[in-house]
Structures are given as structure tokens and as C-alpha cells.
């Protein structure tokens, strides 16, 4: 029997993630929801339980019988006693399968503190793996790099989480500088590839920091979102927000440089800017109504997961999605 590993053992650091605290977060997955149970509208077989009427394993209440209701179903206990016909109502199970849209370009080559982005984006993708085939969904994925997409079939197995890690670990390695030397492909590449492979009902985690979540990306995510659910989970390091008062030495990994942010208009004019980039992402997320949470990366990463998708804290992403 597996003992709990402790929470600061699985505190991801560096540059780069490995694959050994990937592995380890599924220790934390049996306290983790990734979400409650909702309607669907696909006619899958599976385990997510849904206010879909129809025969099932689960017996939900007992109702009065309307036409067309099927005679099998009849309580004929309720009817004999009540004198009026009744029907039983099942919830049926579902399957929700979970593709992890996960964003490996260059600018998530990038960190100030504890982790680079790409590795808290790693380690949330791992998480929530585990904690989907804990919950026995199938388990997908896309990895987006600057030239390529790495397509993660669903699987309800270990496996394809393995499999999702090996090959992020191997893509995460290969960045090298936070801005990429001939262009990258945009986020719609990505939501119009994920279009592609996700079966109605699927469940959706786009992780990444957003920098190219914008209006060139609506259309695709109406059309994504008109047959799956999408959430989308922002990660961000607190020195893209706002520049400290002292000055900075920056390196793009091959030349370094000064930053004077002892000027105080450039610190308010780089707030600002950063700002707007960011309402202009929760404004694009309230219009196609989808979830979106924030990451800090200079933060514990289990301790950021516990706050959105612990089993204890179930309506605390509620409380941070943008409607």
C-alpha cells in the first residue's frame, strides 16, 4: 500500500520539469474534483454522473407517469399505494473524456521565482491526469510547442498520463529562450487542432498563459465550446504584472542587458499595458462563458490546485470564474 507523500515533496522548482514529481502528483489526485456533475449532452457510456433522465445503475426519485414513459420503468409499489401511476428515474453514468490542452511555447520559457511557467503548467497537467483517471475518464492530450502539436489519444489508463508526461518533459527540455526565434504558431492553431480530436462532451483544460488568447481566437472558441466543456487556466509569474522599483539585469539566455525600472513612467506604463492584455482575456472568457483561473507560479503548486479543484473546496472555482 502507498504511503501519502508529503505536500512539500511534491513543490516543483527550476527551469525544467522532470518526470519523477509529475508522477508523484497522482498521490494528491483522490483529493482533487475536477468537476461536478452536470448535463451533457452526448449518449456516451462512462462513469460521470448527470441529470440526464433515462435507465441507469443509479436510482434518482420517483415521479408521476407522463405518456411515452417507459412501462418498465413503473414504481408499482408507489402506484398501489397512491392509487395513481408512477415512474422511476435513473441517472444514468457517463463518460466525460479529458483532453489537456497543454501550452509548451517559448514565452512560457520563463520565471522569476521557484518555477518556470512551463513547469507549473507541467505539473497542472499532471494533476489533473491523475485526478481525471482517479475519477475513470479517459485522459487526452495536446502538446503545443512553437512547430508542432503532440496528440495524446483519451485513455482510460496510466498510461496516457505517463505517456502525457514522457512527452512533456521531452518538449519542456527543448525551449531554450522566451521569445521564439522564427515566430510560433498561435493559440487558434491550438483550439482548432483540439476541435479536431474532442468528441462531444469532452472535458477541456487549456494551460497556458494566455498571451495570445485573444479575438483572433473567438470563432474558434465558439465553435469549441458549442459541443465541449472548456476551462481555462492562466498562468502567470508575478514580474509580468508589475516591475519591481529596483533596477533588473534580464538575459534571453544568451545576452544580458539593464532594465531601468527605477523609472517610474515605464514601470506604470508596462502596468498598464499588462493590465489591459489581461481584462482583455477575462472579457473574451465572460463573453464565451467559460471558467478561467489563475495560476501564480511562484506559488506552491499543490496548494494552488487544493484552492480550485480540492474535493473539500468544491465551490472554489466557482468563485474565481469569470461569468
Known sequence: MHTATPTTELDLRGAYPEVSPLVQLRYIARQLQLFKPRLVQSDQAGNLLTRYRGRGMNFEEVRDYQAGDDVRSIDWRVTARTGKTHT???????????????????????????????????????????????????????????????????????????????????????????????????????????????????????????????????????????????????????????????????????????????????????????AQARADVEQLCRRHRLPLLDFDNTKLLVSELMSFYGSRQQNGWHKNKRQ
Open 88 to 274: 422511476k428515474l435513473y441517472q444514468e453514468e457517463r463518460e466525460r473524456p479529458v483532453v489537456i490542452l497543454l501550452d509548451l511555447r517559448s514565452p512560457m520559457f520563463f520565471g522569476s521565482h521557484r518555477a518556470f511557467k512551463s513547469v507549473t503548467a507541467s505539473g497542472i497537467a499532471a494533476a489533473l491526469g491523475w485526478t481525471g483517471l482517479q475519477h475513470s475518464d479517459r485522459i487526452g492530450a495536446l502538446l503545443f510547442s512553437d512547430r508542432e502539436i503532440d496528440t495524446v489519444r483519451p485513455r482510460r489508463s496510466h498510461h496516457a498520463v505517463l505517456s502525457m508526461i514522457h512527452s512533456t518533459v521531452a518538449r519542456a527540455a527543448e525551449l531554450r529562450n522566451p521569445v521564439a526565434e522564427n515566430g510560433s504558431q498561435p493559440m487558434k492553431t491550438l483550439l482548432e487542432e483540439a476541435r479536431r480530436i474532442a468528441r462531444p462532451g469532452s472535458a477541456l483544460f487549456l494551460i497556458s498563459d494566455c498571451h495570445d488568447l485573444n479575438e483572433h481566437c473567438s470563432q474558434s472558441l465558439y465553435l469549441l465550446t458549442r459541443h465541449t466543456d472548456l476551462q481555462v487556466l492562466r498562468v502567470t509569474d508575478p514580474l509580468e504584472l508589475e516591475l519591481p522599483t529596483q533596477s533588473l539585469t534580464i538575459s534571453d539566455g544568451r545576452q544580458r542587458t539593464f532594465l531601468n525600472s527605477g523609472n517610474r513612467p515605464l514601470r506604470e506604463h508596462f502596468a498598464e499595458k499588462q
